[in-house]
């Protein structure tokens, strides 16, 4: 990748703050931080991803470490859920959408030509801001991917899928005895950790959240914050969030992005209470957002 060339055609930008003092962000900022792992899941070198000619990621680094949970926190249109959805090829459904750069898990490139990328997305769940549980059964929708992926020899087996996916987005106990009524008949929590059950049945590596508690009441927020936090024994966890309170609560890392650059990553106590960068500083501290 030629960064020389994207640093000509992006003039220095800017950060408003609301006390009207600007922040400048360097064409060659370089993320502050840690960055880098020694056990890494996944491991993403100099991402750019464009939409048509406007770029909205800009030469991002990162390594996620395996049953981490890393936040990405930042202002709306920075660059969050563009940069998720580099991990499970979600933008190649997207029109106009490309990147270059590197992402590997345990070491394969995500983007190789080669590459299944059904698999990929069963190895690479994804859990999103909205619940959107398919117009099916509670039961068939934990069933449908272990299915279609052929992980189940038998009705036995899949029952047994089916209820330990259950249990493991903390569902079974509230569903056991309806699982044949609609998904979407549940409350909007019911309903997301339907999804999160949904993305376990496959058993994928690592689960991508995008926001998954703004649609969700205090109380099914906790719920799914608590989850989180049990998740992560199993798996590897990203996740975005627009409450700082969020990523405080449920992340061990957080990395925070400004107009499309990842300006800073480290333990998230460590952001919140002595952050590195002085944007990272003026964001947490309530000055723009
Ligand atoms: N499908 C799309 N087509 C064109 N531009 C997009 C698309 N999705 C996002 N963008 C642009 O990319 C930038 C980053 O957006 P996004 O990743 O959604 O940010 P965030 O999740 O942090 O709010 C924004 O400027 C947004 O307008
Ligand atoms: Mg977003």
């Known amino acids: 990748m030629n960064t020389s060339n994207i640093a000509e055609k992006e003039p220095k930008t800017t950060a408003k703050l609301s006390s009207e003092q600007t922040l400048e962000i360097e064409d060659n900022h370089i993320t502050v931080g840690s960055c880098f792992s020694d056990n890494p899941k996944m491991t993403m070198r100099n991402v750019n991803v464009f939409y048509a000619d406007k770029q909205a990621i800009f030469d991002v680094s990162l390594d996620i470490e395996k049953n981490e949970v890393i936040a ?56 999103f801001q909205k619940p959107n549980p398919f117009p099916k059964s509670i039961y068939d929708n934990v069933a449908y991917g272990p299915k279609i992926h052929g992980l189940a020899d038998s009705r036995v087996d899949l029952d047994e899928i089916v209820e330990n996916s259950l249990r493991k987005a903390s569902l079974w106990e509230e569903v056991k005895e309806r699982l044949h009524q609609p998904g979407t008949g549940l409350s909007g929590g019911q309903q997301q950790r339907l999804c999160i059950a949904r993305a376990i049945a496959v058993s994928p590596e690592v689960i991508l959240m995008d926001e998954p508690c703004s649609a969700l009441d205090p109380i099914a927020t906790a719920k799914i914050e608590e989850l989180i936090e049990e998740l992560s024994e199993n798996f590897t966890i990203a996740i975005v969030t627009h409450s700082m309170q969020q990523a405080a609560r449920v992340s061990h890392r957080t990395a925070y992005f400004h107009l499309g650059k990842l300006i800073e990553v480290n333990p998230t106590e460590q952001v919140f209470t002595m952050p590195q960068h002085q944007l990272t500083e003026a964001y947490i501290t309530g000055r723009f957002g």
């Open 72 to 127: 990405m926190i930042g202002p709306s249109g920075c660059g969050k859920s563009t940069f998720l959805r580099t991990l499970n090829r979600m933008n190649d459904t997207v029109d106009g959408c490309r990147m270059d750069g590197d992402i590997c898990m345990d070491g394969d490139d995500l983007y190789a030509p080669k590459l299944d990328v059904v698999e990929l997305r069963a190895r690479v769940g994804m859990v």
